[in-house]
């Protein structure tokens, strides 16, 4: 083989192992969000299953020594993830700086609220 092949094979190698790189580290915070998707409701249990089975499983959209396709599931499925926490942040402050007095009324035929 001539220098530049083997050139062109050393950069290859050395961007197959820096998008491994970044996709592994995005699947690391995707799945440190996990102990949130109780508070998420079903379209953060979805994201957040479905950004690891599309990365997990072997069929993608691009072959797998290229993971630009899993690293951009990762990277939406981890920006939607963290729009969802900052709007359940966002509710639980304001339910909790709420006075007392600002609270809805009891429901008709219901319980007073406490």
């Known amino acids: 083989?001539?220098?530049?092949?083997?050139?062109?094979?050393?950069?290859?190698?050395?961007?197959a192992v820096a998008t491994l790189v970044g996709a592994v580290l995005l699947a690391i915070r995707v799945v440190r969000t996990r102990r949130m998707l109780g508070a998420l409701g079903a379209g953060g249990k979805v994201a957040f299953y479905?950004?690891?089975?599309?990365?997990?499983?072997?069929?993608?959209?691009?072959?797998?020594?290229?993971?630009?396709d899993d690293m951009g599931v990762l990277a939406g499925a981890l920006?939607?993830?963290?729009?969802?926490?900052?709007?359940?942040?966002?509710?639980?402050?304001?339910?909790?700086?709420?006075?007392?007095?600002?609270?809805p009324a009891a429901p008709p035929g219901g319980a007073p609220r406490r």
């Open 79 to 103: 920006f939607y993830l963290g729009r969802l926490a900052a709007k359940h942040r966002a509710a639980q402050r304001l339910t909790r700086d709420a006075p007392a007095d600002s609270l």
């Open 50 to 68: 479905g950004a690891l089975i599309y990365t997990i499983l072997p069929v993608d959209l691009l072959p797998d020594p290229i993971y630009l």
């Open 1 to 15: 083989m001539s220098r530049e092949s083997w050139l062109l094979v050393g950069l290859a190698a050395v961007v």
